[in-house]
């Protein structure tokens, strides 16, 4: 997989000089190799990035963590990665250099702006705090052990890894909106079971005191209420 790794390491190198954070929020896509899909999550603060090929329901893998810039440079840190643990918290700075609003191009390769954050309403990454458990909500402290959602505009993708023992628990994702009040995913890849990609969610949500509040069924059946909170 080294063409991914060297396909991330350039385009979090090609960010035109002094551009602020906001111009690189959002989603962005390119084709793999094999006919995989590749897409790339920038929320402020963190990033994921996974491949995927969704007509054969083939999960290839994904990493992610966090990001800062710099006038000159991008840094970036690794939570998790299915691809190398040597990778996890180290710190990578890279020099800053131009990039478009619609198109960066990678050398001989170009990423697609999917989106810049919107239309959906929870841009962002989140981790889960509560979760209803025989009629009453529990309280998830966030440690080591992290669920972790990251959404841009259109895409989502949650991830649950060991930032400690540096295990990879499982991951899923796809395209979602948020209208009326309703929550809607459509699963394009999922590390556990292929047999859900393609398959479409439906849940209620709302905003309360800043937290997102998650009701609905999951994926088996099962009746779910979970509580979200802003990294």
């Known amino acids: 997989m080294k063409y991914l790794f060297t396909t991330l390491f350039t385009l979090l190198a090609l960010v035109s000089s002094g551009q602020s954070k906001e111009q690189l929020l959002g989603a962005w896509e390119r084709q793999g190799s094999d006919e995989n899909t590749q897409i790339l999550v920038i929320t402020k603060g963190f990033w ?4 995927f090929n ?4 083939n999960f290839i893998g994904t990493m992610g963590g966090a990001w800062d810039l710099s006038a000159t440079k991008m840094s970036y840190t ?3 990665s299915t691809f190398a643990e040597v990778l996890h918290g180290q710190l990578l700075p890279e020099t800053v250099s131009q990039t478009s609003t619609d198109m960066m191009s990678l050398g001989a390769t170009q990423w697609k702006r999917l989106d810049a954050g919107t239309p959906g ?7 889960i705090t509560g979760r209803e458990r ?3 909500m529990s309280t998830i402290t966030p440690g080591a052990r992290k669920t972790m959602k990251i959404l841009s505009g259109t895409r989502f993708q949650w991830i649950a890894y060991n930032t400690e023992t540096r295990a990879f628990l499982g991951t899923g994702g796809g395209t979602y909106t948020t209208e009326y009040g309703k929550y809607s995913e459509n699963i394009d890849f999922f590390s556990r079971d292929n047999s859900r990609v ?3 969610l439906g849940f209620d949500f709302e905003m309360k005191e800043g937290h997102w509040h998650h009701r609905g069924k999951s994926s088996k059946g099962q009746p779910i209420y979970e509580v979200w909170s802003k990294r």
């Open 78 to 80: 690794y939570e998790f």
């Open 121 to 127: 309403a929870l841009s962002g990454a989140w981790l």
């Open 198 to 200: 393609g398959a479409s």
């Open 54 to 57: 969704q007509d054969q329901k």
């Open 48 to 51: 994921s990035l996974t491949e």
């Open 134 to 136: 025989d009629g009453s």
